[in-house]
């Protein structure tokens, strides 16, 4: 069964360093989307991207939040410039033809900043 | 805006019983969708049940029923025959429309199955 892939599963950085945490959707999916979860929060909507575009993002995704998908498989998020409250599991998750409305969701990256 | 609110923060069932997750939901939107996500201590999530809002008929998946009253705003989760592999946080989710729409996620309620 195809599922949605990420890497790393477990990244540590230090504050001010920027990072890349990387996702491959389903095959064949048209949309996809960056959510974040604080520990012991719930889950929050980042970004969603389309047609090599954004399509909607969040008040949390400022700036320093950049997404890509540079080669049609790999969707990519950046952080610029990572403080200590971006700590958190990150999510990629894709959405496609063949079940609209259901977003496929990865293992997750658990990002420690430091 | 829209906001997914779920009052349990924690419940407990005994295995084999049935138990019944709350959820309500605020939107002006006539058409959308609402979700239940499992989320176990590996943190994966992963999608229970869907339902339409334009669907009258309660979405059912096996050992998963919701029922989802559109006029009180509310969809809430009942699992029969609990496992102890059913024991994870339970999000409910609310999305305007397929195809490129976010998911708004409540607070979670976490499940613990008893043996």
């Known amino acids: 069964e195809p599922e949605v892939t990420q890497t790393p599963s477990h990244q540590v950085t230090q504050m001010g360093q920027e990072v890349i945490l990387r996702c491959v959707p389903i095959?064949?999916?048209?949309?996809f989307y960056w959510y974040r979860q604080i520990l012991g929060q719930k889950v929050e909507f980042l970004v969603s991207?389309?047609?090599?575009?954004?399509?909607?993002k969040s008040e949390i995704f400022d700036d320093q939040f950049s997404v890509e998908r540079p080669d049609g498989s790999n969707f990519t998020l950046k952080i610029r410039s990572t403080k200590l409250e971006d700590s958190a599991m990150y999510f990629c998750?894709?959405?496609?033809?063949?079940?609209?409305?259901?977003?496929?969701f990865g293992p997750g990256t658990r990002l420690t900043v430091t | 805006a829209q906001t997914v609110t779920q009052s349990q923060p924690e419940m407990s069932v005994q295995e084999a019983e049935t138990v019944t997750l709350s959820c309500t939901y605020d939107?002006?939107?006539?058409?959308?969708?609402l979700f239940w996500y499992k989320q176990p201590p590996s943190r994966q999530m992963i999608l229970v049940i869907r339902?339409?809002?334009?669907?009258?008929q309660n979405a059912t998946e096996n050992r998963f029923s919701v029922n989802f009253q559109k006029a009180a705003k509310s969809f809430s989760l009942k699992i029969s025959d609990s496992q102890l592999g059913d024991t994870a946080m339970y999000f409910c989710?609310?999305?305007?429309?397929?195809?490129?729409?976010?998911?708004?996620f409540g607070e979670g309620t976490q499940l613990t199955v008893n043996p």
């Open positions: 989710a609310f999305m305007k429309h397929a195809g490129g729409s976010r998911l708004t």
């Open positions: 095959s064949n999916h048209l949309y």
């Open positions: 991207f389309y047609n090599n575009e954004i399509s909607e």
């Open positions: 939107t002006s939107e006539n058409n959308y969708y």
């Open positions: 339902q339409e809002a334009y669907k009258q």
């Open positions: 998750a894709s959405e496609g033809q063949v079940s609209w409305s259901e977003q496929y």
